[in-house]
Nanobody
Framework: QVQLVESGGGLVQPGGSLRLSCAAS????????VGWYRQAPGKQRELVAE???????TYTDSVQGRFTISRDNALNTVYLQMNSLNPADAAIYHC?????????WGQGTPVTVSS
């Protein structure tokens, strides 16, 4: 069993920044990969960024160059630094991982981008 707890969402003006955190209940070095997903109202959930245990990172095209995923293995936390936010980035952001054949999701943290 893995528990994921997200935090850091909130209201930000266009062009602003937020850093999301995803804290895991087990050492993240035991997790092959941790991903950040988002879902906006009326839209499908999409993978935003993923960080693997061996150090690889991937991003969806729309956030490339603006978002950075990173991890702190000592704190068992995966971060998503989001810069130059625009209204299209507004969504509920969830982190997700697979462990022992099961998928685990956090409860999500909302991001609102508005002036």
């Amino acid at each position: 069993q893995v528990q994921l707890v997200e935090s850091g969402g909130g209201l930000v003006q266009p062009g602003g920044s937020l850093r999301l955190s995803c804290a895991a209940s087990i050492p993240i070095l035991r997790l092959k990969a941790v991903g950040w997903y988002r879902q906006a109202p009326g839209k499908q959930r999409e993978l935003v960024a993923e960080s693997t245990r061996d150090g690889r990172t991937t991003y969806t095209d729309s956030v490339q160059g603006r978002f950075t995923i990173s991890r702190d293995n000592a704190l068992n936390t995966v971060y998503l630094q989001m810069n130059s936010l625009n209204p299209a980035d507004a969504a509920i952001y969830h982190c997700r991982t697979n462990y022992m054949g099961n998928a685990y999701w956090g409860q999500g943290t909302p991001v609102t981008v508005s002036s």
